[in-house]
């Protein structure tokens, strides 16, 4: 029996998509619940998944095509029998009894290799080797009949990365290896994304409505340091948790947006909304682009929790696991450029909210304590505001007390 292979169906907020990628290919076999094809909208990649043991018969909608929510995108005949597979595995089974045959040594033997690496990499394992630069042959196959997977290939680049290895998939948008004479200037023109091109748009949007402004401060993280040093190892036995800086900075927001109402709201039109309550994104950088997950009610939440969900949302970040629920909504943002290295910045506002606070680099300066020079662990804060909700006095006076709140996390607990 034949049905359509649909696109699903999207939320209020996303009007149209794109097919990212084809996992399965028409006459390939798979099961019921595999991967067929990502669908990608401009928040978040959403997976259609096989309806029943079978195969695909048709693409409608190739890579690359834009769809319509429910749109019809292809053909799966259910029950019947795949042929790719086998004849790949048939193909993959030859080669290999040629190669025990003693067949061609030499170059002729490396490529009859690397062509049979080649017969057994399912299509989606194919096209992200290619993307990220990976011989086939160096991946480790675990499908059956030693098929690689994109799974393995997957493991296999992660792992690169862990060893200090470098993939194409970590410089995307860099300039292609090839070989070229001296004095000729190679370029490479590759399309936007669809989350790539919704950032853009959204910045330069920010920029041209809002009236941003920025104030800086600088934050002594000598005793939040000194903290998580003195009961990292309890925090983690308790939670099986590290205890890390963004769950202090979290807090500390936290308990300046209580008090400074402004800095949490955000503008409709010509209304201004006031939220009871504070949902705090924080940036995420991924290949695929920068994602802001918010974390609910924090001021319900103990640091373990908050931890917890910054690792929960990270992970599912780099598969492109997040759901649109995960990114709708919040009341402020948080982003740490100082993973990257960033002394100092001025962040870009995330409407419609009205601030958006930016972290850097710990970097241990001299400072006057008390008379006298001493070398601290020190970082700078960047608020950007718009101005249009907030004054520049609640704005400095937010910053500041994030800065007492850090320096003194007992603040935190007393609320003063």
């Known amino acids: ?72 995108i292809g053909k799966f005949k259910e029950g019947a029998e795949g042929k790719s597979g086998a004849s790949e595995s048939k193909a993959g089974t030859e080669k290999a009894e040629a190669e025990n045959a003693g067949a061609d040594k030499g170059e002729a033997k490396a490529q009859q290799s690397q062509d049979s690496a080649d017969a057994i990499l399912s299509p989606a394992a194919r096209k992200l080797a290619d993307e990220n630069n990976v011989d086939p042959g160096a991946v480790k196959g675990t499908g059956k009949d030693g098929r ?60 041209q409505t809002a ?31 590290k205890l890390g800086f963004m769950s202090f900075f979290a807090k500390a927001a936290t308990e300046a947006l209580k008090r400074f109402p402004a ?10 909304v006031y939220h009871g309550y504070q949902d705090i994104g924080v940036a995420v950088s991924t290949d695929r682009g920068l994602v802001v997950p918010v974390i609910r009610d924090v001021d319900a939440l103990g640091l373990a929790d908050i931890e917890k969900t910054i690792v929960d949302y990270g992970t599912k970040a780099k598969g492109g696991k997040l759901s649109i629920d995960d990114m709708t909504g919040g009341t402020f943002t948080i982003t740490n450029g100082g993973i990257f290295g960033s002394l100092i910045s001025t962040p870009i506002l995330n409407p419609p909210q009205t601030a958006i606070l930016g972290m850097h680099k710990i970097q241990e300066r001299p400072m006057a304590v008390n008379g006298k020079v001493e070398i601290r662990p020190m970082m700078y804060l960047a608020l950007s505001y718009d101005h249009r909700m907030v004054d520049g006095k609640e704005a400095v006076q937010f910053l500041v007390a994030i800065k007492e709140m850090l320096e003194d996390p007992a603040r935190i607990l007393l609320d003063v």
């Open 1 to 72: 029996m034949t049905t359509e292979i649909k696109a699903p169906v999207f939320p209020e907020s996303v009007a149209e998509g794109t097919v990212a990628t084809w996992h399965k290919q028409p006459g390939e076999a798979c099961s019921r619940d595999d991967l067929i094809v990502d669908i990608e909208t401009d928040k978040v990649v959403l997976e259609v998944v096989a309806p029943a043991d079978g195969v695909i018969e048709d693409i409608v909608k190739g890579e690359g095509d834009t769809v319509e929510s429910g749109e019809v």
């Open 148 to 207: 690689v997977t994109k799974e393995d290939v997957q493991n296999h680049v992660d792992s690169a990365k862990s060893s200090g290895g470098t993939t194409k998939a970590e410089t995307s948008g860099a300039m292609p290896e090839v070989n070229v004479a001296a004095g000729e200037r190679p370029e490479k023109r590759v399309p936007m994304t669809r989350l790539r091109a919704s950032i853009a748009k959204r910045l330069v949007n920010a920029q």
């Open 211 to 241: 009236a941003m402004l920025t104030t800086f401060n600088e934050v002594d993280m000598g005793p939040i340091m000194d903290l998580r040093k003195q009961y990292q190892d309890s925090f983690v036995k308790r939670h099986d948790i």
């Open 263 to 272: 800095v949490n709201a955000s503008i409709d039109g010509n209304d201004m």
